[in-house]
């Protein structure tokens, strides 16, 4: 059974930049797409940036341009840089791991706070 352990979550000034980490611990996939998700109060969770075992990445409209997320090879885990964060960006982030091949596996993180506020 895959883990996950996520940090970096805090709080950050509007138009600061914060660091978010996520590891994998378990049996891994050799086919797999990871990132992070992100949900406020009374809303749907969404797409913030994910990236695949051979680092395709997909990234959210509301975040493209402004976050980058990466991969650490020497172990199945994502980083998450965020900069030029605005008040919005207030949310619940969500590390996710989807594996693919050849098991399958779909594990959500307890989920990290990031709070945008002056």
């Known amino acids: 059974q895959v883990h996950l352990v996520e940090s970096g979550g805090g709080l950050v000034q509007p138009g600061g930049s914060l660091s978010l980490s996520c590891a994998a611990f378990?049996?891994?996939?050799?086919?797999?797409?990871m990132g992070w998700f992100r949900q406020a109060p009374g809303k749907q969770r969404e797409l913030v940036a994910t990236?695949?075992?051979?680092?395709?990445?997909r990234y959210g409209a509301s975040v493209r341009g402004r976050f980058t997320i990466s991969r650490d090879y020497s172990k199945i885990a994502v980083y998450l840089h965020m900069s030029t964060l605005k008040p919005e960006d207030t949310d619940t982030y969500y590390c996710h791991f989807v594996g693919l091949w050849p098991d399958t596996a779909d594990i959500w993180g307890q989920g990290t706070q990031v709070t945008v506020s002056s």
């Open positions: 378990g049996n891994m996939s050799s086919l797999f797409v």
């Open positions: 990236i695949t075992n051979v680092n395709t990445t």
